[in-house]
T-cell receptor, first 114, second 111 residues
């Protein structure tokens, strides 16, 4: 089983709203990632959690707040977003850290900020 | 400076017309080269990992090869369902847990 599950699949939110994206994996992976992807561009790394601790923050604005409640779950809390934040948000996980093993992606959340 | 360069940006083939996609990389000390397939509006689907020059992996009509400076994804007798964007990525030699993506090749197979 190489499944990473993301919810919701689609989300429309206003600029004053607070919402959360959720990600779950049950593969025993110890690294989990958030990526942002704009149309016709490659995925852009936002955050990495390694063994439930934040290991990489790619200078992401504070209106995006990640959380890793346990080794299987990853959340991305959204607040006061801008229309330019509209994108496909992807969660991924990999077996370990430090050896760059392959990452498995979820199907993404299509976010529209109005 | 781009560390992962994919070519061509887009490719249109007739069904059954074999071809190759290229991924060249400039990182030193390769820590894995990864191929993904991505359908529009979906997350990337993992295809292959290659670690050493000379390594090859196959899956159905796809075969990935690796040299010291580049990787090829060979597509043999493609079908319309092979139409997708193919992404190449390499492990960042300076930062654990980070992979560097190329911009992808958009492949369209005409029936």
């Amino acid at each position: 089983d190489t499944e990473v599950t993301q919810t919701p699949k689609h989300l429309v939110m206003g600029m004053t709203n607070k919402k959360s994206l959720k990600c779950e994996q049950h593969m025993g992976h110890r690294a989990m990632y958030w990526y942002k992807q704009k149309a016709k561009k490659p995925p852009e790394l936002m955050f990495v959690y390694s063994y439930e601790k934040l290991s990489i923050n790619e200078s992401v604005p504070s209106r995006f707040s990640p959380e890793c409640p346990n080794s299987s779950l990853l959340n991305l809390h959204l607040h006061a977003l801008q229309p330019e934040d509209s994108a496909l948000y992807l969660c991924a996980s990999s077996l370990g850290t430090g050896d760059n093993t392959e990452a498995f992606f979820g199907q993404g959340t299509r976010l529209t900020v109005v | 400076e781009d560390q992962v360069t994919q070519s061509p940006e887009a490719l249109r083939l007739q069904e059954g017309e074999s071809s190759s996609l290229n991924c060249s990389y400039t990182v030193s000390g390769l820590r894995g080269l990864f191929w993904y397939r991505q359908d529009p509006g979906k997350g990337p689907e993992f295809l292959f990992t290659l670690y050493s020059a000379g390594e090859e992996k196959e899956k159905e009509r796809l075969k990935a090869t690796l040299t010291k400076k580049e990787s090829f994804l060979h597509i043999t007798a493609p079908k319309p369902e092979d139409s997708a964007t193919y992404l190449c990525a390499v492990g960042d030699p300076n930062r654990d847990d980070k992979i560097i993506f190329g911009k992808g090749t958009r492949l369209h197979i005409l029936p």
